[in-house]
């Protein structure tokens, strides 16, 4: 584990490097505080230090103070050295947001078990942390094409919609739909289905721009929410996505079966609170519009203002 060990004292430091290495860890070594906040600063710093009390610049009392409002993610656990011995001396450096002490002069074996506890409780905050990272994009994406989840596309609709009536920009939502999807289903099998869903997400996302958002709305139905986009731009956005479809077919593992889609789009440029249901619906409307026109075409709902 990166192991960060500030001391200022050139004999202890040197000790304690070497007992650190010997144990299998990778030392940032530095001879003050400031320099051990620069470094727990900087990009992957190392989430267990080990620092002095007593140092020039910055001592381990104040360093452990300004690491505990940085709120890092992993924590930072911190082990205090120390001389000093008292109780209210210790109770002095848990408050200020140390985890653990270790009183000067120190021997070898206490200072191995409490590094190796301080590293087992860093790796389970580590773990934890990633396990919670998975389980909140499990819950927020689709798990078949990676996209947004219903849930979460209508979470953005509604943030944008309000950052737009804020901002004075609109906002486009395009709604699409793969043609005879039951079809492709009934023909190549549910897996050849999936894949299609899959191949759609993909194309969607090369096409759009960094901060728009594109979720599975439903089986085959998905929604792209555009921020800051006109009629035009959503428009012209909503031609390229069609004919992506049309000029390419979607090869999926043993079959290539041609798949269209059709768009509904509308923009909302207002400066008043719109109903979230009754812009999904308009272009819901427009989509339907697009489907009962002979599919594989886009259809704009209108503007609402
Ligand atoms: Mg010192």
Known sequence: MKILLAEDDVITRRLLEVQLKNW???VVVCSDGAQAWEKLNADESPKLVVLDWMMPGMDGLTLSREIRKMETKPYTYIILLTARSSKEDI???????????????????????????????????EDLL???????FQASHDSLTGLWNRYSILSILHRELARGRREMTPVAIIMADVDHFKEINDTYGHLCGDEVLRQTATKFNLSVRPYDAVGRYGGEEFLLVLPSCNTHEALKVAHRLRSSFEDNKINSVEISPHVTLSFGVVTV?????????????TADEALYKAKNLGRNRVEFGGEIH
């Open 130 to 136: 990633k396990a919670l990272e998975k389980f909140e």
């Open 269 to 281: 440029n207002s400066n008043e609170r719109k109903n979230i249901d009754d812009v999904i619906n």
């Open 24 to 26: 299998g860890h990778e």
């Open 91 to 125: 109770i002095e450096g848990l408050e200020a947001g140390a985890d653990d002490y270790i009183t000067k002069p120190f021997e070898p074996q206490e200072l191995r078990v409490r590094i190796r506890a301080a590293t087992r409780i860093v790796q389970l905050q």
